[in-house]
């Protein structure tokens, strides 16, 4: 198999092809369009409305006039060809961010040495980057580079992402189900929700999620308070004591199996072992939130730090064994949010404002004058420290998405923050040099 670059045909790298487990799938190359009926073997895939958007004139995108159901291969960041959807790199932006982390003593020391050898990226590199370019008319055709961007890494809170987008999917789902349907009441709208969503074991829980206004010509669906208060203080820095417990409450009430459908058909999780998914809760020494025997179950073990909690989905397709992604998982999403594609124009607003005030722990204060944080969410553990982030430079000269996964393996926090505040201002200079 083979990847066209603006320069020439090269072999597809191990680590770009689907692995071969998805139901009615078969092995693709990863990003190719796979069928859209297509559904993980034990996944239940519900349908999910989205409004979509166009670059007509090569330059800006336009809302459709109304919604469809959304597909994966609709969902298509603009990195992956249409015709075939093989990945689609910037030769010259992937080259130079190659040769920054190999030829870069203070970053070379992040990679495996089977990777300084073949100069490409391989599993036992400590760093998985991925880079969209997005500056002017690059909004509509991204030029994409990566390090290692769909090898799996566990992913801390980056992962809240997924909750985020979620939540606003639902709201949009619900008002769409009112509106196709001509629904006068919130219980017309909870009954038609029962039957669209009667294969899913544990739906999602609309009595605590959503606020149902009748006054109109149709019922409408808003999240309740309960929903905003959680999605605030899950995604916004300043209430990161709190955000696990929100987290957690938030997996819960929307269902591990809700979640799921929406990252499979927006294509954020790629197949069966890539890509962004939720499987789990986060652990708490006590989770408030209450378990479901149907589909989830609570365990409770011993860390250095004392007893605690996590809640598993019991159905859970995939062949994780924790909270995952990929870097290139979370660098379509922010891509998506740049082009304002995730559920509709104003959902993509909505999340964006949210995650404008996300964590921005190892940059304080942010190491690159004029540019500015859009959209942020990062993610701390012992083991990992990653960077996600929608940056956009004052004078308009540049914009892009980039993801910086680590693993830690032991170093101490400062050190990997020294890692990232460097690297992240050299990234910048090839983005400004990619757009003269």
């Known amino acids: 198999m083979y990847v066209r670059t603006s320069e020439s045909l090269g072999p597809v790298p191990t680590s770009y092809l689907y692995d071969p487990s998805i139901n009615g799938v078969g092995e693709y190359v990863l990003g190719q369009v796979t069928p859209d009926r297509a559904c993980l073997s034990a996944l239940k895939c519900v349908p999910h409305q989205h409004v979509p958007r166009i670059c007509a004139d090569g330059k800006s995108f336009t809302s459709a006039a109304s919604s469809t159901t959304m597909t994966r291969s609709a969902m298509n960041p603009g990195f992956f060809r249409a015709r075939d959807g093989f990945h689609e790199f910037d030769t010259v932006l992937h080259a130079k961010l190659q040769n920054l982390l190999l030829d870069t003593p203070k970053y070379a020391v992040m990679l495996a040495d089977e990777s300084k050898k073949k100069r490409?990226?391989?599993?036992?590199?400590?760093?998985?980057?991925?880079?969209?370019?997005?500056?002017?008319?690059?909004?509509?055709?991204?030029?994409?580079?990566?390090?290692?961007?769909?090898?799996?890494?566990?992913?801390?809170?980056?992962v809240k992402i997924a909750m985020l987008y979620a939540a606003h999917q639902l709201l949009f789902d619900l008002d769409e189900m009112s509106r196709i349907n001509g629904l006068k009441t919130a219980a017309d709208l909870k009954k038609k929700a029962d039957e669209v969503w009667s294969q899913l074991i544990c739906p999602p829980d609309l009595n605590w999620l959503v606020e149902f206004d009748q006054t109109g010509t149709t019922v409408r669906a808003k999240a309740s308070k309960n929903l905003d208060l959680h999605l605030k203080q899950m995604v916004i820095a300043v209430f990161s004591n709190s955000s696990v417990g929100r987290a957690n409450q938030l997996i819960m009430r929307l269902g591990f199996e809700y979640i799921a459908s929406v990252l499979w058909q927006s294509g954020l999780r790629h197949s069966r072992g890539q890509g962004l998914w939720v499987r789990n809760t986060y652990q708490q020494a006590k989770i408030l939130a209450t378990t479901n025997p149907k589909c989830n179950y609570k365990i409770r073990y011993k860390t250095p730090d004392g007893e605690r909690e996590r809640i598993l989905w019991y159905q859970d397709p995939t062949d994780d064994t924790e909270f995952r992604?990929?870097?290139?998982?979370?660098?379509?999403?922010?891509?998506?949010?740049?082009?304002?594609?995730?559920?509709?124009?104003?959902?993509?607003?909505?999340?964006?404002?949210?995650?404008?005030?996300?964590?921005?722990?190892?940059?304080?204060p942010f190491p690159i004058p004029g540019v500015k944080v859009r959209a942020t969410k990062c993610g701390l553990t012992s083991d990992v420290m990653h960077v996600a982030m929608l940056l956009e430079s004052a004078s308009g000269n540049r914009r892009y998405a980039l993801a910086v996964l680590v693993l830690r393996k032991d170093e101490p926090e400062w050190k990997t923050k020294a890692f990232l505040n460097s690297f992240v201002k050299d990234v910048d200079k090839l983005v400004k040099e990619n757009n003269p």
């Open 325 to 364: 992604l990929t870097a290139l998982s979370v660098v379509t999403f922010f891509t998506m949010l740049a082009q304002r594609r995730l559920v509709k124009e104003s959902a993509s607003v909505a999340m964006e404002a949210l995650l404008k005030q996300g964590c921005m722990f190892p940059f304080q």
């Open 120 to 158: 490409d990226a391989s599993v036992g590199d400590r760093v998985r980057v991925a880079l969209v370019d997005l500056t002017g008319a690059k909004i509509c055709k991204p030029s994409y580079a990566d390090w290692g961007s769909t090898f799996p890494i566990t992913g801390g809170s980056t």
